[in-house]
């Protein structure tokens, strides 16, 4: 199937007479003839159990995104930074460290830098452009995994994922790459040699501004008994002496995430939850052409307009990530664009407040047309200096393209210019 196709029938398998829409299975609990069975399903879960860790309605959604990831299996959560957290949390421990580029999202800076630290993991941040030769030297003897984002939130240049890949693998760690802007439709970091694969669903994949998610896509490639991950390859004394990569295989890391740490923490969606974020599935092909469609048309203009002092959009011939983003995302680099305006922080703020369309709200890839002033919003909490290394300038907007009509959206900027 191709991946438009897969939208819609990955997942939910409808058998004779089944319910032609997923069906949202509201219990928390599921009954069985015998306890041997039960007992059987704690050997093997084959079957939803609990809702704390696992329900069908969530399963057909993990199902689907495992599918257009191109991946083993999934795991959903409740957030885009539990996915995170666990991502990393189901690979370290206290004493550990973990190697990320600091062009990622504000609040993954801030939890790999604040609270992992708090758990005893330190983050190595690292330059996105740093050469191999100093990310070799960065690394640490306990460093598990390295961490970048496809597209970052908000500073848009492209991580280069292949190279990153070959670098870990070298190192005999995984790579793990935050995909939550381009989206499966836009890139698949698995076929360039990503291990893991996390999003935050609130955005694109939900697209409807409804309801926080996450997911944890494992590509089932990665080698856990290389023996850098001796919790793959010992018995798990909390989970009743069971060898995760000799039990589990190709999903091991899915499953010990879902049977240690969801089990554990509990930060798994409601049926309700995941039926909506399906809704938004189904639809995702179709909606990331038209953003993509109508945020090149949005970048064209800013980049040739003289209230903007520079664009990041690296669908743009000009931009500098342009020839990367050919590589990486040739189908679009998705809505979302990042402008600096001329006149800084206090020309950006009466800009954004002068906007009649796009609303001013702490959110992107909404369904409609958005607008955030990171420095003063969703990057308060970083110092200057890391606001430098997240790309991120004081006058700088993050203008998320809608599925409105093109011209609306123009419109709607330039009376804003014009009243700012
Ligand atoms: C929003 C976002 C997150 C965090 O996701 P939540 O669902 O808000 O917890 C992580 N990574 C990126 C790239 C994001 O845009």
Known sequence: MKIETKCLHEGYERKNGDPGALPIVQSTTYVFD???HIADLFDMPTECMYSRFANPTVDAVEKKIAALEGGAAAMC???GQAASLLSVLNLCNAGDSILAVSSLYGGTINLFAVSLKKLGIKCIFVDPEATDEELQNALEPNTKLVFGETLANPALNVFDIERFANFAHKNKIPL???NTFPTPILCRPIEFGADIVVHSTTKYMDGHALQGGGVIVDSGKFDWTN????EFTEPDESYHGVVYSETFGNIAY?????MQL?????CYPAANSAFLLNLGLETLAVRMERYCKN?????????NNENVESVSYPGLKSDKYYERAQKYLPNGTSGVISFVIKGGRERATRFMDALKLASREVHVADIRTCVLHPAS???RQLTDEQLVAAGINAGMIRFSVGLENVDDILDDIKQAFANS
């Open 176 to 178: 793990i790459i935050d």
């Open 295 to 303: 945020a090149l048309a949005v970048a064209e203009f800013l980049q």
């Open 77 to 79: 959560t409740t957030s």
């Open 227 to 230: 023996g850098n991950f001796p």
């Open 377 to 379: 919003m969703t990057h």
């Open 262 to 266: 969801m089990r554990d923490f509990g």
């Open 254 to 258: 899915i499953i010990k995430a879902r």
């Open 34 to 36: 015998s306890t041997q």
